[in-house]
């Protein structure tokens, strides 16, 4: 009999395995995100950390909503570090016709395991938010927290596929808006009833947002950007119990995410030009 050929690699969805911007994309990309530039004039810090080649798991903080800030990383990383970020995407942002395909167009794919395996084997970069959504639809108090709690499986993921881990941390759209009502809270009712009519989780209901006055336009706060040292994997490979080297190694991720934060906070305070007033005023002839 012959012998049975290897089952082909996919990701689901469709999603195609490899993605080459070319020119027209870059622009369009830029085109889409130069508002949002121009709004928050975003910085980076430590791109250089990013390998330039090889697999590599890009762990970030996921900030209120979640779909804001992110987005300006894939030019700025793609120019510094001639990589094209695979981001995972949550399942509600795949399930909707014209956004999956947007997304799966600039590489992102449905955040699953094997999804996240099958990236790390071909050698991408791979970026995650082990918080998901329920660390974007933030309650009040929770600002800038991470929502780790049980959130192990990227490090499991890190360790199998031998890929360096850096903490990419991100700061400024936490600020951007006040949250007037939680999702939790008794007036959002009737929109925690329409989530769970999407059969989604009532804690993925979105707050009630408030930005510049009473509108929901986000204030102009800077956005800050910083990728940290990489984490190697390597000691925890060889692990009797892989759950529990996980655990550790999410530990370790989790104090480097946080320690780049703070980097960030601090950055922040000594930039004139937080806001927009500084950076208009920066602009004034001397």
């Known amino acids: 009999m012959p012998e049975s050929s290897p089952?082909?690699?996919?990701?689901?969805?469709?999603?195609?395995?490899?993605?080459?911007?070319?020119?027209?994309?870059?622009?369009?990309?830029?085109?889409?995100?130069?508002?949002?530039?121009?709004?928050?004039?975003p910085r980076f810090y430590g791109l250089e950390n990013i390998p330039a080649e090889g697999p590599v798991l890009l762990v970030g903080n996921h900030n209120l909503l979640g779909i804001i800030d992110a987005p300006l990383l894939l030019p700025e990383v793609l120019r510094a570090r001639g990589r094209l970020i695979r981001g995972l995407a949550e399942n509600l942002l795949i399930a909707v016709p014209g956004v999956r395909h947007f997304l799966h167009h600039y590489g992102s794919v449905r955040g699953t395991r094997d999804n996240c395996a099958t990236l790390l084997g071909r050698g991408e970069a791979v970026l995650v938010f082990p918080g998901g959504g329920r660390e974007a639809i933030r309650r009040k108090n929770e600002k800038y927290v991470l929502k780790w709690e049980g959130r192990t499986g990227f490090a499991r993921m890190a360790i199998e596929a031998g890929a360096p881990i850096v903490p990419v941390a991100m700061i400024g759209i936490d600020d951007a808006f006040d949250i007037?009502?939680?999702?939790?809270?008794?007036?959002?009712?009737?929109?925690?009833?329409?989530?769970?009519?999407?059969?989604?989780?009532?804690?993925?209901?979105?707050?009630?947002?408030?930005?510049?006055?009473?509108?929901?336009?986000?204030?102009?706060?800077?956005?800050?950007?910083?990728?940290?040292?990489?984490?190697?994997?390597?000691?925890?490979?060889?692990?009797?119990?892989?759950?529990?080297?996980?655990?550790?190694?999410?530990?370790?991720?989790?104090?480097?995410?946080?320690?780049?934060?703070?980097?960030?906070?601090?950055e922040r305070e000594r930039d004139s030009g937080r806001r927009l007033a500084g950076r208009l005023r920066a602009l004034l002839p001397v």
Not at 11 to 20: M, W
Not at 233 to 242: E, I, M, N, Q
């Open 180 to 266: 007037v009502f939680d999702g939790g809270h008794p007036v959002m009712a009737p929109v925690r009833w329409a989530v769970e009519a999407l059969g989604l989780k009532t804690d993925l209901t979105p707050p009630l947002l408030r930005g510049i006055g009473p509108t929901v336009l986000p204030r102009p706060e800077r956005f800050y950007f910083s990728a940290g040292t990489p984490i190697d994997p390597a000691p925890w490979r060889d692990a009797a119990d892989l759950d529990a080297a996980a655990l550790e190694l999410c530990q370790v991720v989790r104090k480097g995410l946080e320690e780049e934060m703070k980097y960030l906070f601090a």
């Open 7 to 41: 089952a082909e690699v996919i990701l689901t969805d469709g999603a195609p395995l490899d993605v080459a911007l070319d020119d027209t994309d870059i622009r369009v990309l830029e085109t889409l995100l130069a508002p949002l530039r121009a709004w928050t004039s």
